[in-house]
């Protein structure tokens, strides 16, 4: 059994950052991509950014220059650093590795 814990949500101001956390637990973190979804109220989950067991990453387009994914094995965590954030950045954001997900975190970008 795996369990994924994200932290780091908030309320941020357009052009702010904030970084995001999923701490996992179990033994298949360093083996498996990992992978940050959001969804926002009444639109489908997408896909935001992927990073491999090699440190490969792959993003949404609508992110791509201001979202940084990154991983550290030896803590079994992932992490989404977000800048230049936009109002339709505003979502629950989740962390996915193998069939498992977290809870979520709130991400809300407003003035």
């Known amino acids: 059994q795996v369990q994924l814990v994200e932290s780091g949500g908030g309320l941020v101001q357009p052009g702010g950052s904030l970084r995001l956390s999923c701490a996992a637990s179990g033994s298949i973190f360093s083996i498996y991509p990992m992978t940050w979804y959001r969804q926002a109220p009444g639109k489908q989950r997408e896909l935001v950014a992927t990073?491999?067991?090699?440190?490969?990453?792959n993003y949404a387009d609508s992110v791509k220059g201001r979202f940084t994914i990154s991983r550290d094995n030896a803590k079994n965590t992932v992490y989404l650093q977000m800048s230049s954030l936009k109002p339709d950045d505003t979502a629950v954001y989740y962390c996915?590795?193998?069939?498992?997900w977290g809870q979520g975190t709130q991400v809300t970008v407003s003035s």
């Open positions: 990073i491999t067991s090699s440190g490969n990453t």
């Open positions: 996915f590795i193998a069939v498992y």
